[in-house]
């Protein structure tokens, strides 16, 4: 381990370093001849998933396939979310400093905001039949979360505590109450009707967008909320 | 050469010069960053898989895939970053104990 003189960051170097490379080339070769000979695909889910796009309520194939024919894999996915929330807040990070933010920064805030809030729910409502969707939309808002926190118009988590946790919450709880109310109806979870598939894949869409939209923001702020003892 | 088989290859190059990052690299920030750049060269090999034997579009699944993943890869990274303010809070220092030794 030496000093890298350019930049004053410390990188491996000497015999390590030759062996490393020779295995990365080594391993370059031997994964560049596998994606290059793998064997025809057993089953065509692409011919699938087009084949039954009519049951599944919405006409964008990937859409159908997030929220329909995998919205379990969907659904774990915005607990992993939440998962990476409860982390960071474990960490008990500091809040970020108050300084005084770029007054061409403020400026930039109040013009995008309400066209960021806009293009987030357009592509949230655009996501059934061109691409677009819950992912989409909830990272617009994310991005309208970090501009807020960059500007200074959130320094404290802890005033709308209740609210917060609720936003955070909501998308997983609306996406598991619906997946396991559906299995009355059809008698599996996460098996929506077909006649109330679009409508059901609303209503977890866009509580999920907010909570995702959340989630990323509360991630990038980093320090938890205050708890009142 | 055709186009999955550029988009396929450029994936590998990707992966295996972060792979390189990973373990050379000893600043926390760099490792992180060679990690979540690991993740783009996977979510760029299964988009480019995705329009195998594509007839009418590509396969609709491995970009569900991405989409999902991309999500999970912001996750992971946001929280490896927190790990790293919080090791630097502890210990003055953006570097690994094994590291720190010359």
Redesign the interface.
């Known amino acids: 381990?030496?000093e890298d003189k350019a930049w004053g960051?410390?990188?491996?170097r000497g015999p390590v370093?030759a062996l490393?490379?020779l295995v990365?080339?080594l391993?370059?070769l031997v994964?560049?001849w596998s994606?290059?000979t793998?064997p025809?695909?057993p089953v065509?889910?692409?011919?699938e998933?087009?084949a039954a796009l009519d049951e599944s309520g919405v006409s964008n194939?990937?859409t159908?396939?997030?929220m329909n024919f995998?919205s379990y894999?969907?659904f774990l996915?915005i607990g992993?979310?939440l998962?990476?929330?409860i982390?960071?807040w474990a960490?008990r990070?500091?809040p970020p400093q108050e300084s005084a933010p770029p007054r061409l920064l403020i400026a930039l805030a109040r013009l995008l905001s309400p066209i960021m809030v806009l293009v987030a729910a357009y592509l949230l409502w655009v996501g059934s039949s061109e691409p677009g969707?819950e992912?989409q939309s909830?990272a617009v808002l994310g991005a309208l979360g970090v501009l807020l926190v960059l500007v200074g118009a959130v320094r404290s988590l802890s005033n709308h505590r209740g609210k917060l946790l609720a936003g955070l919450v909501a998308g997983y709880g609306v996406f598991l109450l619906v997946g396991v109310a559906v299995a009355f109806a059809t008698g599996t979870v996460f098996e929506y009707p077909r006649d109330l598939a679009y409508t059901l894949i609303m209503t977890i869409e866009v509580p999920a967008a907010i909570s995702?939209g959340l989630?990323?923001a509360v991630?990038?702020f980093?320090a938890p909320p205050e708890v009142d003892e | 050469m055709n186009q999955i088989?550029l988009y396929?290859?450029s994936?590998?190059?990707i992966?295996?010069?972060c792979?390189?990052a990973v373990?050379?690299?000893?600043?926390l920030i760099?490792k992180i960053l060679a990690l979540n750049m690991m993740g783009s060269g996977i979510f760029l090999?299964l988009v480019a898989?995705?329009l195998?034997?594509?007839?009418?579009?590509?396969?609709?699944?491995p970009?569900?895939?991405v989409?999902?993943g991309?999500?999970?890869a912001?996750?992971?990274t946001?929280?490896a970053l927190?790990?790293a303010?919080?090791l630097y809070?502890e210990r003055g220092s953006p570097?690994l104990p094994e590291?720190e030794?010359?």
């Open positions: 381990m030496s960051i410390r990188v491996r370093r490393v490379a990365g080339m391993l370059a994964l560049g994606v290059l793998l025809e695909q065509d889910l692409a011919r998933s087009r194939p990937v159908a396939v997030l995998r894999d969907t996915e992993v979310l998962l990476a929330v982390c960071v960490l990070l500091p969707g992912f909830g995702i989630a990323l991630l990038f980093a | 088989a396929s290859l994936s590998v190059a992966f295996v010069v792979l390189y373990v050379v690299q000893a600043h760099r090999l898989l995705a195998r034997g594509a007839g009418d579009g590509p396969d609709p699944v970009h569900a895939m989409l999902t991309i999500v999970v912001v996750s992971a946001a929280f927190a790990l303010r919080r809070i570097y590291d030794r010359e």
